[in-house]
């Protein structure tokens, strides 16, 4: 009977060591890949480079080789940005509004939730903190295959919200042609500046300035590889919002869900582009063994296949495993930008998740939702980063700044004796002077050594 025990005993301890992970699709993993390698940092290092010494001219040279485009300013004018808007079809007009609604207001439920503080932390010793928004911040807003209006809000309008005086913003020409619904939500974002500039030359532009541009003290959001570089480069020379690398999501499913749903949902985001990854994580059988078949069968109407099955193909992944403990392990290893639980008990992940940058929670809710209009922002972390960041929100545009304030001599000296001793101990004898200084100047005859105590140390002491 004894030994039977101990065999389960081990059973067990075996299982939970070796948990039946299986790997039935396996996909490029970031280990594996070098996608900002050493000829785009080359590359965009010189570019930089180039607008940091000839500003205008370099920035309207690199436009006009590489996008084709060469206008007489590549700022609109009141008067076009005008028209550009009253052009749109009321409809397109209609749901940018709906949309900047939804994220106007969840920005401002977030900001609402930072205060300013300040307290007491001794007789006469106020400690506080104060939200002060960045003064000036450049909005990337990409172009290409996807106008992506959406973006224009998750920048400029929760800048603006958080309170930032001069919110400017960038997007590219596409084909030559003005991007008008996006330069429209740009506007009504609440943009000071709208730039028809794309690419690392638009970074560079708000980052390092120019002659006609004064630089920023911000860069935020989503880009190509070589725009990531560029951020990567500039940061120090001012602020980022994330490291941004290609889209991710990983679909989380059980048996309540089924395969069309899961392959819906992993297509909708490898369209992005043919590096971003999309992984199904599931407890299901069933689904593991449909998927392939069904991701084939969507592909063959989808519009956007030429990409996502690239995507698919390469980065795609399918892992099985036994149990919602494993799921949740599986996908904080993971730490994908956006996590999709369709399960029995969603909020369970909810409650036991610690790295994702977006999470959406059962089969009602998508990606989709969150990526174009829900109210959250769609600026999240990328290549594992959701390990110690969240994403873009109202907080990224505002510095906690802290203050002190000694009100009293004898808080004054009191404090300088302890910040003496502290000094002597590091060898910081100018530190030192600045506190006893203090100590001389507001404190009571008794020995700097401390072997009397004042009514208030004594007080702290024994607290």
């Given at each position: 009977?004894?030994?039977?025990?101990?065999?389960?005993?081990?059973?067990?301890?075996?299982?939970?060591?070796?948990?039946?992970?299986?790997?039935?699709?396996?996909?490029?993993?970031?280990?594996?890949?070098?996608?900002?390698?050493?000829?785009?940092?080359?590359?965009?290092?010189?570019?930089?480079?180039?607008?940091?010494?000839?500003?205008?001219?370099?920035?309207?040279?690199?436009?006009?080789?590489?996008?084709?485009?060469?206008?007489?300013?590549?700022?609109?004018?009141?008067?076009?940005?005008?028209?550009?808007?009253?052009?749109?079809?009321?409809?397109?007009?209609?749901?940018?509004?709906?949309?900047?609604?939804?994220?106007?207001?969840?920005?401002?439920?977030?900001?609402?939730?930072?205060?300013?503080?300040?307290?007491?932390?001794?007789?006469?010793?106020?400690?506080?903190?104060?939200?002060?928004?960045?003064?000036?911040?450049?909005?990337?807003?990409?172009?290409?295959?996807?106008?992506?209006v959406a973006s224009a809000?998750?920048?400029?309008?929760?800048?603006?919200?958080?309170?930032?005086?001069?919110?400017?913003?960038?997007?590219?020409?596409?084909?030559?042609?003005?991007?008008?619904?996006?330069?429209?939500?740009?506007?009504?974002?609440?943009?000071?500046?709208?730039?028809?500039?794309?690419?690392?030359?638009?970074v560079a532009m708000m980052?390092?300035?120019?002659?006609?541009?004064?630089?920023?003290?911000?860069?935020?959001?989503?880009?190509?590889?070589?725009?990531?570089?560029?951020?990567?480069?500039?940061?120090?020379?001012?602020?980022?919002?994330?490291?941004?690398?290609?889209?991710?999501?990983?679909?989380?499913?059980?048996?309540?869900?089924?395969?069309?749903?899961?392959?819906?949902?992993?297509?909708?985001?490898?369209?992005?582009?043919?590096?971003?990854?999309?992984?199904?994580?599931?407890?299901?059988?069933?689904?593991?063994?449909?998927?392939?078949?069904?991701?084939?069968?969507?592909?063959?109407?989808?519009?956007?296949?030429?990409?996502?099955?690239?995507?698919?193909?390469?980065?795609?992944?399918?892992?099985?495993?036994?149990?919602?403990?494993?799921?949740?392990?599986?996908?904080?290893?993971?730490?994908?930008?956006?996590?999709?639980?369709?399960?029995?008990?969603?909020?369970?992940?909810?409650?036991?998740?610690?790295?994702?940058?977006?999470?959406?929670?059962?089969?009602?809710?998508?990606?989709?939702?969150?990526?174009?209009?829900?109210?959250?922002?769609?600026?999240?972390?990328?290549?594992?980063?959701?390990?110690?960041?969240?994403?873009?929100?109202?907080?990224?545009?505002?510095?906690?700044?802290?203050?002190?304030?000694?009100?009293?001599?004898?808080?004054?000296?009191?404090?300088?004796?302890?910040?003496?001793?502290?000094?002597?101990?590091?060898?910081?004898?100018?530190?030192?002077?600045?506190?006893?200084?203090?100590?001389?100047?507001?404190?009571?005859?008794?020995?700097?050594k401390g072997s009397n105590?004042?009514?208030?140390?004594?007080?702290?002491?024994?607290?």
């Open positions: 009977m004894r030994r039977t025990l101990v065999r389960l005993a081990l059973y067990e301890a075996h299982k939970k060591t070796n948990k039946m992970k299986r790997i039935i699709k396996k996909g490029i993993t970031y280990a594996e890949s070098k996608d900002a390698d050493a000829k785009v940092r080359a590359i965009v290092e010189g570019m930089l480079n180039d607008i940091s010494e000839r500003g205008d001219v370099a920035v309207r040279e690199l436009s006009a080789r590489l996008d084709k485009w060469s206008p007489e300013s590549f700022r609109l004018s009141d008067e076009q940005i005008e028209n550009i808007v009253a052009d749109l079809p009321q409809q397109v007009i209609d749901d940018i509004k709906f949309a900047q609604t939804q994220i106007r207001n969840f920005a401002q439920h977030q900001k609402d939730a930072l205060k300013d503080i300040e307290v007491e932390t001794l007789p006469g010793v106020f400690l506080g903190h104060k939200n002060i928004p960045v003064n000036s911040v450049g909005c990337y807003v990409p172009g290409g295959r996807y106008p992506m809000h998750m920048s400029v309008l929760t800048a603006k919200v958080a309170g930032v005086k001069r919110v400017i913003a960038c997007t590219p020409p596409i084909n030559g042609e003005i991007p008008a619904a996006t330069v429209a939500a740009m506007y009504m974002a609440g943009a000071d500046e709208i730039y028809l500039l794309g690419g690392v030359q638009a980052a390092l300035g120019t002659e006609t541009v004064t630089p920023v003290d911000m860069i935020v959001g989503p880009g190509n590889a070589y725009v990531a570089e560029a951020k990567r480069q500039l940061y120090g020379k001012v602020g980022i919002d994330l490291f941004a690398g290609p889209t991710e999501t990983l679909v989380i499913a059980d048996d309540t869900c089924d395969a069309e749903t899961c392959a819906t949902d992993l297509l909708g985001q490898a369209e992005h582009g043919p590096t971003s990854p999309a992984i199904l994580l599931t407890t299901s059988k069933k689904i593991a063994d449909e998927i392939e078949e069904e991701i084939q069968r969507q592909l063959k109407t989808l519009p956007t296949a030429d990409v996502a099955s690239v995507s698919w193909q390469n980065y795609g992944q399918v892992i099985l495993v036994d149990t919602e403990e494993e799921l949740i392990e599986e996908a904080d290893r993971i730490a994908s930008e956006h996590v999709q639980v369709m399960t029995k008990n969603p909020r369970t992940f909810l409650d036991k998740m610690t790295n994702y940058g977006g999470l959406f929670l059962g089969q009602r809710t998508n990606v989709a939702f969150g990526d174009k209009v829900i109210g959250t922002n769609h600026t999240l972390p990328t290549k594992e980063a959701a390990r110690y960041t969240g994403g873009l929100w109202v907080g990224k545009f505002l510095k906690t700044c802290t203050y002190q304030e000694i009100r009293t001599d004898e808080a004054s000296a009191m404090i300088g004796e302890y910040c003496s001793r502290l000094c002597a101990i590091e060898n910081f004898a100018g530190h030192q002077a600045q506190a006893d200084l203090r100590v001389k100047r507001y404190g009571s005859p008794h020995p700097l105590k004042t009514p208030m140390e004594t007080e702290v002491l024994n607290k």
